[in-house]
């Protein structure tokens, strides 16, 4: 890759999006030298904590009390150790948390604002982050997160913004992620997204599988991890002629003097044997998981 080194700023819904649908490609960009910038916009408390939700729910007696009296200010700590934890797993270490509730997330001015005020400060070259028309723009928080981030994006980069202290700073490219967490539902008819950008993966998909086992709040770690990786970036790592990619959409389309093109691209073996060889590495299983699956 033949650009300077770039600050890159993931800013998604929950704990284990950014790493679900961007982790080998930040994994990546951190050994390359970049520096890599994940913010959490919720705390993942209200959503992804059902290891201590569902005991919330249970009947006295019939629960785990310690559990199931976890404050959310507890259950954000264990949230954030586990995925400071997974971070680690992928190289990266900055890691921020914006603290918002996650059980009803509204597209407020004070969190926009707070959004713009931390692209002026880190001044990001590039944004990663959800697609605001995801499920129709509604449900799953996702959405909600990419509006909110769009609309800072927009106001960090254009507006005299109410208090402004720091100057503006524009981004130079966002890309949009929702590869696992997008829905099929009927709501999502309106999206139609075109995944025109796929990275390769397979260097780093054991440890982008450890990293998810550290999520275990979520019930994401173990068995699910390694399925979610091979039904996921492994198929789309097959529309590709790859073991394992993620996908993503570009923003701003790109503008070149030359038809761009990967030397790896040039020297792949294009053979059907080749490319059936390439697309059937099975590796998510010979992981192992040190843990015990808490289901
Ligand atoms: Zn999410």
New binding site residues.
Partial sequence: MNVRKMKIMAI???P??AF?DSGGTLCHHAERGDEVIVVLLTNGARS?AALFTDEKRKAKGQRDEKKANMTVEQIEQVKADEIIAAGKELGITDIRFMHEEDDILLVKEETILKVADLIREEKPDILVTHHPEQEGGLL???PIVGQIVMLGYEAAGARWTRDETLPPHQISQVFFIGQV?AKAWSLAHVYHPHWYVYVDIEDVVDRKIKALDHLKSQRYEGILARKRIEVADGWIGTRVDVSYAERFIPMIPEVYKYFPIEQSTLDKPKGWTDRVHAVSKFVTHKVPFEGKQIL
Wanted: glycine share 10%.
């Fill in positions: 998604c819904a929950h284990g999006d679900d992804h799953t928080t996702h967490n």
